[in-house]
């Protein structure tokens, strides 16, 4: 089976979709040899972006093709609403093209396929810019008409999925992410001066951030000593006030400096008003961190009975949660790496080599 994935989506500094994409494509390309799996990996993209998605994959066994283009946002925009040349012209021969939230390229034969991580665009637009919502709009409904398989994050994003889209269930397929496997418990972990409580995300609405910082100075009035560390890249929308006393903003991180902070963190938080799948909860039960998460359903999936939760609009709850779980972490800290256990990149490559197989 010759599949070929877009991952576009890695030209950029890798976010949840890069993880859960990266993820995905590294565990089918390290599937046994008797499974017949030949991944190539493509992506019209800036010199960059090239070089980017290079360095990502590097040491995956793969077949990489990347196309040096100007203004590859315009160019991936024009391939898919074109309708041609197909795939193949460029790929070869393939038997599945697995396309990305970036773009829809044609193909003549074959499964098509895609991954739809959450339906933020669609339920919730204020959350999003419009070029956000443009691109993802366009994305679902290309995907609603022509794909044979569609594949969430989540059993509550396919759910979500099939009932918005309204897609037959049997076109759609739950496969979780696959951690990367740097993100364990042992290792050297962030040098940091004091102890803190670690957050990470990109800053923009929905993650809800500054209900955090208001939860953190309830938090300090009994824990001075401790500080907030914020690890992601500025979004857009009105940001939260991270210029407060004992508040460190670190802005994007790479993954090797978060693994170090995943495992120096006295307690993680994440108290996002909506996900697909939540995948820095994971991560952080993976390097074993205590985890303090939002009580939103979205969120559950990840959680597993592992994590405190809290209200995304109660300060006061969350902060109370984080009290409980810097006092005794070590229940929390036990569960969540049992749970974290089962989020490999090999699960998540055989879920979606199922949905492969099953659309063929």
Not at 331 to 337: A, E, H, M, Q
Request: proline share 8%.
């Amino acid at each position: 089976m010759r599949v070929a994935i877009d991952v576009s989506p890695l030209s950029r500094p890798r976010t949840g979709v890069g993880s859960y994409l990266l993820g995905m494509v590294a565990g089918l390309a390290a599937l046994p040899a008797d499974e017949g799996v030949e991944v190539v990996a493509f992506a019209p993209v800036s010199r960059r972006g090239a070089r980017r998605i290079a360095e990502t994959l590097a040491g995956v066994p793969l077949e990489l093709r990347t196309w040096r283009v100007p203004y590859p946002h315009a160019w991936r925009t024009v391939w898919s609403r074109l309708g041609r040349p197909g795939a193949e012209w460029l790929l070869g021969p393939l038997d599945v093209l697995h396309f990305s939230d970036w773009m829809y390229p044609p193909q003549r034969a074959g499964v098509r396929a895609t991954t739809v991580y959450d339906l933020v665009p669609l339920r919730f637009p204020e959350w999003v810019t419009p070029r956000t919502q443009r691109m993802h709009l366009a994305k679902l409904e290309h995907a609603r008409r022509t794909c044979d398989v569609v594949f969430c994050d989540s059993a509550f994003t396919a759910q979500d999925v099939v009932e918005r889209l309204e897609l037959d269930p049997g076109r759609v397929q739950v496969a979780y992410p696959g951690i990367d496997p740097r993100y364990r418990p042992d290792g050297d972990p962030a040098g940091r001066p004091a102890p803190y409580v670690l957050a990470v995300s990109t800053l923009e609405p929905r993650k809800n951030v500054g209900v955090l910082v208001q939860a953190f100075r309830l938090l300090r009035r009994v824990r001075p000593e401790l500080e907030l560390v914020v690890a992601g890249a500025v979004g857009w929308g009105d940001q939260p006030g991270l210029d407060a006393p004992g508040v460190v903003a670190l802005g994007f991180v790479g993954a090797e400096e978060l693994a170090r902070l995943y495992r120096g963190a006295a307690a993680f938080a994440y108290p996002s008003r909506f996900e697909g799948f939540g995948l820095p909860v994971v991560e952080a039960m993976a390097s074993g961190v205590a985890a303090v998460v939002s009580s939103h359903p979205s969120l559950d999936e990840a959680c597993g009975g592992a994590a405190l939760r809290a209200g995304p609009d109660s300060s006061e709850e969350l902060a109370e949660a984080l009290e409980r779980a810097l006092a005794a972490p070590d229940d929390l800290r036990r569960r969540g790496l049992e749970h974290a256990r089962s989020f490999t990149r090999e699960a998540c490559a055989r879920a979606v080599l199922a949905g492969y197989r099953s659309a063929v």
